[in-house]
């Protein structure tokens, strides 16, 4: 089935990284576009990928709930509340030792390894740490705002959504309208004028075509080095933007973006926007709605919690035109990476493609 300038639904879009076995995915800024540059090409894409999706199954490889999922080094590493579990091959996984985070977490690949801040968890420790690993096997971790790192002090409480790399930094974005920073994910400051902004809660962020965006209901902002920051004006064609905007990306010399009501938008310099796909909604799951990589979109389309039809994951090759297949067994996946010809989806249980 194919769409163009039609009706296309989904619930979070995500377009990852299917590179190389040292290439990464979900959330990696620059993935096939140059070192950082936040441009993906979309040529060469014939195969049809993510067609086909197979269910793993998590009872029997003893597999708890995750909803997050990156690729990096040739590994899938899926996160959920406190627990990690690593895959080559998107079909058989292992549960491994997470880095000691537990809730509010943001995931990313950039400079060879795998990050995620996040909370501390428990009742008495609710601090913030910077987790960092080759293969999900081992953590190095270290405290944001305790003594020995003590940049973000002032900012003991910090709820993460979004993290992004480009231009030799790490930005990060939070449900509680804060942005911090930092240029090893070691040190991190909080962004000097994002109290100006006077936002409530940051739902997404990416780094596209050489700049960081973010976003907080119909608003976008924009920044080249994520410590200051200032409002992008956004003209929309009548449909897009709706309700809200929960994602961004640059694909193959333009923009893509999607909102709350299930549209897909193409621009090409980010302020003027036109409606390409239409679906039943994007939410801004795990930090952004669209991923994009190895010259390929995928989306995954989740269903209502009321019809309980089942989800889908649309596909591009070019982010106009766009096809759909179901998700197995009504599989509600909250997030999609792409690796070596393999993609990879966690959820209620992981699901997987192959070329």
Same mark, same amino acid.
């Given at each position: 089935?194919?769409?163009?300038?039609?009706?296309?639904?989904?619930?979070?879009?995500?377009?990852?990284?299917?590179?190389?076995?040292?290439?990464?995915?979900?959330?990696?800024?620059?993935?096939?576009?140059?070192?950082?540059?936040?441009?993906?090409?979309?040529?060469?894409?014939?195969?049809?990928?993510?067609?086909?999706?197979?269910?793993?199954?998590?009872?029997?490889?003893?597999?708890?709930?995750?909803?997050?999922?990156?690729?990096?080094?040739?590994?899938?590493?899926?996160?959920?509340?406190?627990?990690?579990?690593?895959?080559?091959?998107?079909?058989?996984?292992?549960?491994?030792?997470?880095?000691?985070?537990?809730?509010?977490?943001?995931?990313?690949?950039?400079?060879?390894?795998?990050?995620?801040?996040?909370?501390?968890?428990?009742?008495?420790?609710?601090?913030?740490?910077?987790?960092?690993?080759?293969?999900?096997?081992?953590?190095?971790?270290?405290?944001?705002?305790?003594?020995?790192?003590?940049?973000?002090?002032? #900012?003991?409480?910090?709820?993460?959504?979004?993290?992004?790399?480009?231009?030799?930094?790490?930005?990060?974005?939070?449900?509680?309208?804060?942005?911090?920073?930092?240029?090893?994910?070691?040190?991190?400051?909080?962004?000097?004028?994002?109290?100006?902004?006077?936002?409530?809660?940051?739902?997404?962020?990416?780094?596209?075509?050489?700049?960081?965006?973010?976003?907080?209901?119909?608003?976008?902002?924009?920044?080249?080095?994520?410590?200051?920051?200032?409002?992008?004006?956004?003209?929309?064609?009548?449909?897009?933007?709706?309700?809200?905007?929960?994602?961004?990306?640059?694909?193959?010399?333009?923009?893509?973006?999607?909102?709350? #009501?299930?549209?897909?938008?193409?621009?090409?310099?980010?302020?003027?926007?036109?409606?390409?796909?239409?679906?039943?909604?994007? #939410?801004?799951?795990?930090?952004?709605?669209?991923?994009?990589?190895?010259?390929? #979109?995928?989306?995954?389309?989740?269903?209502?919690?009321?019809?309980?039809?089942?989800?889908?994951?649309?596909?591009?090759?070019?982010?106009?035109?766009?096809?759909?297949?179901?998700?197995?067994?009504?599989?509600?996946?909250?997030?999609?990476?792409?690796?070596?010809?393999?993609?990879?989806?966690?959820?209620?249980?992981?699901?997987?493609?192959?070329?």
């Amino acid at each position: 089935m194919k769409f163009q300038n039609t009706a296309v639904l989904s619930i979070a879009l995500v377009l990852s990284a299917c590179g190389g076995g040292s290439g990464g995915s979900a959330n990696s800024g620059g993935a096939t576009g140059g070192a950082n540059s936040g441009i993906v090409s979309g040529q060469g894409c014939t195969n049809k990928f993510g067609r086909n999706w197979t269910a793993v199954d998590g009872v029997k490889q003893k597999l708890e709930y995750f909803n997050n999922v990156v690729y990096g080094n040739g590994v899938f590493l899926g996160i959920g509340y406190g627990k990690a579990v690593i895959s080559r091959d998107g079909e058989n996984w292992v549960n491994v030792a997470s880095s000691g985070v537990h809730g509010g977490y943001a995931l990313t690949y950039a400079l060879g390894k795998i990050y995620m801040v996040g909370q501390t968890g428990g009742l008495t420790d609710n601090r913030m740490m910077a987790s960092s690993t080759i293969d999900g096997t081992s953590w190095d971790n270290v405290i944001i705002g305790d003594s020995a790192n003590p940049s973000l002090q002032a #900012l003991p409480n910090f709820d993460p959504k979004s993290m992004s790399y480009g231009n030799g930094r790490f930005v990060l974005v939070g449900g509680d309208g804060k942005i911090i920073w930092s240029a090893d994910a070691r040190s991190w400051h909080a962004a000097a004028n994002a109290a100006d902004l006077k936002v409530y809660v940051f739902g997404w962020s990416t780094f596209a075509n050489g700049k960081f965006y973010t976003g907080a209901g119909l608003n976008v902002y924009v920044s080249s080095d994520g410590n200051t920051w200032q409002q992008q004006k956004i003209v929309g064609d009548g449909a897009f933007p709706a309700s809200y905007i929960s994602g961004m990306r640059y694909f193959n010399g333009m923009y893509v973006a999607t909102d709350g #009501l299930g549209n897909i938008a193409n621009s090409s310099d980010s302020i003027n926007w036109k409606t390409v796909a239409k679906g039943r909604t994007f #939410l801004q799951i795990n930090g952004n709605a669209l991923v994009a990589g190895g010259g390929q #979109l995928m989306a995954v389309d989740s269903a209502s919690n009321f019809t309980r039809d089942g989800d889908d994951i649309f596909y591009s090759c070019d982010g106009i035109q766009w096809e759909k297949t179901k998700v197995p067994n009504g599989n509600y996946s909250y997030s999609i990476a792409i690796g070596d010809s393999i993609a990879a989806g966690v959820g209620n249980t992981p699901i997987f493609s192959k070329y």
